[in-house]
């Protein structure tokens, strides 16, 4: 099969405006899944053992050949310094490098930075880069490249980077391979935000004076990544060449690695099964595909390389806007949502019940409480339809209170499935939705600049600390107009913003878990989100595919590592 990957490959990049390739019989294969008449409550697919037994141990990695990926939906972007739609972070970390990399612990590993110190004080970071590391254009990567891309870009323009890098003050640079981290007060999560998913290291001589968003090179990238940049056309496909200068000496392995973008849900379950792909994160196969292909000779399914992402999935109010202003309307939804009903039937069991704004996975580190508002109540319904009726909004003669419009998020058939049954479960309570699905880049600019929207479903990535993922969406100071992924709800609260702005900076672990269980309590009970499920996204790629997944990154990461066998 790697053979024909291959081939397919070549011909994909060849004429890429062959879609018929990929047009399928929809209802065989539709009803070779088991789709029609599939029962509920599906069990997750464990990790295969294979792999984590390292499959390829003892394997010479080959050289050569072309890694054809499927990325669904089509990025809006290759900026990723300022956009963090989900689809960017796959492509954007095969050009631009971070400082660090992390193991499956989370722990940080030498990226860009050979090596680290932190200041006794907790309020310095000195960063050791690698020597003889050029950007694509051939340009050296030094020390002013990482001060520019901290101070210039990620803290003012990264949705996240505000938060991130709110303690630093300046980066030092005493010489071309040192640069200084000066903090205002000690800030561990930092070290859990370098990646070149969270933030990618810029070329300053091609951005510094210039017009960020609309820099030429934000959809033409130019990094220190083991692959370069050559080509995106639009609605197909993303090229990205093997650079043979790459600064780690005999990677990356592949020739090329090609983002395939196939738009109808079962064509891109039929492609992998071909072999016409060999890689898809993310759910581009839909989980009732995934559960099928977990017993497959040719591929494997896992949910393995998500550690650093803990995902969320959320509905999402406007709460500067009539009728979500009102906290009884917005608790009445979110007692109305069956969360063991999403999860079993639109997400076939890969998820567990979301109880607020953090992760259950963050039980170990003790930041995590149950101890909140619980809407899975036996009476939930009831208590959903005298919210309404106390917030004034109670039934018209015709049975319905209100109307609004409740956007989708556009990132696949699962959220199509959701937002009808949201509709359902709205109309239930006499609330009369209608749905509306745009592309990526119109409904990001919908929720997160216009702010025109009522109602909207997302996912989340809450990362490895609080600050760093959730943080963003409750701060009164991370709304910006334009910023996607920060606080679109435009919900805020003083005891709230008092509560983040302590914990991110509290050294006392027990102190700091008591501050984020009172955030967590305070706006579970506000509930400007419907937190409805902790989601675990399913990996499907060809067997013969080594070593793609050797990070919590998963596909965020470079992939120079990665190889086919023969």
Known sequence: MADRTEKVAEDIVADSGQDERFAIDRRRFIQASGLLGLSAGIAGVPFEAAWAAGEAAGDTPRKGGTLVMVVQPEPPTLASYNNTSGPIGQVAPKVYDGLLEYDFNLNPLPGLAKSWDVGADGKSVTFKLEEGVRFHDGKPFTSADVQYSIMEVLKKVHPRGPTSFQEVEAVDTPDAHTAIF???????????????????????????????????????PVGTGPFKFVEWRRGQLMRFDRNPDYWRKGLPYFDRVVARFIGEAQTRTAALERGEVAFAAYNAVPNVDAKR????????????????????????????RKPFDNQKVRQAIAYAIDRKFVIDNIWFGYGKPATGPISSNFKGTGMYTADVLRFDVPNRMAIANKLLDEAGYPRKADGTRFEIVHDITPYGEEWRRFGEYVQQVLQELGIKASLRYEDVATWIRRIYTNYDYDLTSDWLKTFAD????????YWSKAIRPGTPWVNGTRWTSPRVDELLESAAIEPDVKKRNALYHEFQKLTVEASPIVWVMELEFTTVY???LQDAIVSPLAVNTSFDRAWMKA
């Open 182 to 220: 000066r903090l205002k007060r000690p800030a561990p999560y930092l070290m859990k935000a370098l990646s070149a998913y969270e933030s990618p290291m810029l070329p300053k001589h091609l951005f510094a004076g210039t017009d960020l968003q609309n820099n030429p090179h934000a959809n033409q």
């Open 293 to 320: 292909l977990s017993t497959s000779r040719e591929v494997i399914v896992t949910t393995k390389g998500y550690e650093m992402d803990a995902p969320v999935v959320e509905l999402e109010f406007n709460t500067t």
């Open 542 to 544: 060809n067997r013969k």
């Open 466 to 473: 609080p600050v760093i993922g959730v943080q963003r969406q």
